[in-house]
């Protein structure tokens, strides 16, 4: 394996680990950033769109930032029950897949910001949001953005660790395809790591290849190594946790070990 190099670009590191060609995946390490006027989306944005700048600058094809990012902290503490959301919760429309929020008025403005940033990027990208669904509920969600900026899926997280906050979604397992990699990607979030659903599941029907988008301090990557050797799997960990982003395939992290701070965002990169 070629050593890892690392270079700076708008206040962010890039941390990039070139293997061999294939599909070019990023991890992002995020630290959240208060916000007292409770538009905890509008001051964390920033830094991720600096990341997808970044990331298209490099030629990634699949960005996957980190679970609860754009929360702000201590969130779960505004929460009552899901069928009361947080004021910020994004309405997504059920997320109708081919939808492009970009060039459509009538979407959330965090939303169409999102589709834009990502169309300009070209590539997909995964984002963890609070979704307020069409009945009211909450959803904690994966988000999946095309290169053209339009909606590829929506992933609702099936095991919430906030109860008080997000409701449990059904069983709605999720698996992306992209030309430069063989097989079919599948999705999942935090404390699904602990179940069957859906991770397991779809190992049993073939898939090896993870986007995971977390928030667990100190442990998160050991976790995540142990899970990746349990089940011979590659999985691109985005994890809110200091130092726990990353790239791990059977039981090994295959990417250094990031670090960041407020205004300092990482960007770690691999080609699988």
Known sequence: MAPPMALMMLMMMVVVVPVAAGLRVAAVQHTVVADDAGAPQWTNL????????AAGEQGVEVVVFPEFGLFGPDFDKSCSKPSAPMPW????LEAPIGALPCTNSSWNSIVRNMSCHVREANLTAMFDVCETANNGTAYNTALVFGPDGAIVTAYRKMHPWFENCFA????NEITLRFPTHPEPIGIFVCKDILYKTPGPELVAKGIKTFLYTV??????AEAVSLW???YNATVVSSNLGLGQSGVFRDGQRLTP???SKPGSDVLVIYDL
């Open 215 to 220: 928030a667990l301090s100190v442990v998160g």
């Open 228 to 230: 990746s050797k349990e």
């Open 168 to 171: 449990a979604a059904d069983n």
């Open 46 to 53: 920033p830094a991720y769109f600096d990341s997808l700048q």
């Open 89 to 92: 919760c994004l309405p997504l």
């Open 257 to 259: 070990a990031p670090s």
